[in-house]
């Protein structure tokens, strides 16, 4: 082994009945340029053929760790592939996504090159009949401490929430774990500690991982309870997580916080897949009007709040009207639809 190869790299692959997507997501891992891999494969109590093709690669390829065991959710999942990674970077790769094959060594040379905790870089959103790219500009962005969290918390672009496009190195996530009992939005409550702890990141824009979008899978699939709060209920953490140690991030988080509560009344007055839900609305309105005064008070209100919280406290119909023809004329609601 080369001295440019000396650092593993540990590689997570969450699964759930993917069987049909699984070979391809394994293949682009294992013909990365950096060969120094472990590539710990966690099936998560699949009921399909997904077992049979875990083993199959791990025995073609010592590099594949393969783990079974019985169904608790990708965030237990990958905590579990957290707690056997030996590397001395860890990444991420959803089973039925893949990536370029440099990617990794593209991250490392990055990370090496720049004394980088995290090294990032663009992705591709494939559709079955489209890819939009995330951006593709060759952007180089050195990051310290405060200015990866803040363009992570700020969704300026320059952070994507998500873990798959990322590489870590192993002492910067440390003891820090997903949460179990969130099944949306859990990986950027991850990541909001994560690079908290770092010291520095960097970010390259270069669309290397390609992030696939199905029909059934977890970004695309119907609306549950979990889908419509679980990115609250993560804002809320953050928020307490900065509350009483940082006003800086504190305000960011409560903005964040605000402008997905807005955004989740929104849904209720405008998606009709909302309707079995729609005892909770008068909870979103409250937790809102309760927000917008911390918001006030810590002096971030944006104009677009105000005009939204106005409508919303005192002319609700004429709110729901404005966003069903704009969403009607725009289609942005539909952005990530899979046809």
């Known amino acids: 082994m080369s ?55 791990a025995k073609k390829d010592e590099r594949v760790i393969p783990i079974f065991k019985k169904n608790t959710g990708v965030s237990d999942t990958r905590n579990k592939a957290l707690d056997k990674a030996t590397g001395d970077y860890i990444g991420f790769v959803d089973g039925d996504d893949y990536i370029e094959p440099d990617m990794y060594e593209h991250l490392l040379d990055n990370a090496l090159k720049y004394g980088a905790d995290i090294s990032h870089c663009g992705y591709q959103m494939v559709f079955p009949s489209r890819v939009d790219y995330y951006f593709n500009t060759g952007t180089l962005r050195e990051q310290d401490s405060r200015q990866g969290l803040r363009d992570l918390m700020a969704g300026n672009n320059l952070v994507e929430p998500g873990i798959w496009n990322k590489l870590y190195t192993k002492a910067v996530i440390g003891d820090i774990r997903m949460p179990k009992d969130i ?5 950027y409550l991850f990541n909001v500690e994560v690079f908290r ?37 993560v804002r809320e953490r953050i928020v307490a997580l900065f509350e009483n140690s940082d006003d800086e991030f504190y305000k960011i ?19 009709n897949a909302t309707k079995p839900f729609a005892d909770k609305k008068s909870k979103v309105k409250a937790d809102i009007k309760k927000q917008y005064a911390k918001a006030k008070q810590s002096g971030i209100l944006t104009s677009r709040m105000k005009m939204d919280c106005f409508l919303i406290f005192y002319l609700p119909f004429a709110y729901k009207l404005l966003y069903k023809c704009y969403f009607a004329f725009s289609k942005s609601d539909r952005k990530y639809e899979v046809k």
Do not use: W
Request: with cysteine; proline share 3%.
């Open 3 to 57: 001295d440019r190869e000396k650092y593993k790299i540990s590689v997570i692959v969450p699964v759930y009945n993917i069987e049909q997507y699984l070979p391809r997501c394994l293949d682009s891992i294992l013909s990365q340029t950096y060969r120094n891999l472990e590539i710990i494969v966690v099936d998560d109590g699949s009921t399909d053929n997904s077992a049979y093709v875990i083993r199959k690669y």
């Open 183 to 187: 099944k949306i939005n859990e990986d």
């Open 197 to 233: 702890n770092a010291r520095k990141s960097i970010f390259e824009d270069r669309p290397l991982y390609h992030y696939i979008l199905r029909k059934n899978s977890a970004a695309t699939s119907s609306i549950t309870e979990k889908k419509l709060f679980d990115g609250i209920t």
């Open 253 to 271: 988080a409560l903005s964040g916080l605000l402008t997905n509560n807005i955004n989740l009344y929104r849904m209720f007055v405008t998606n």
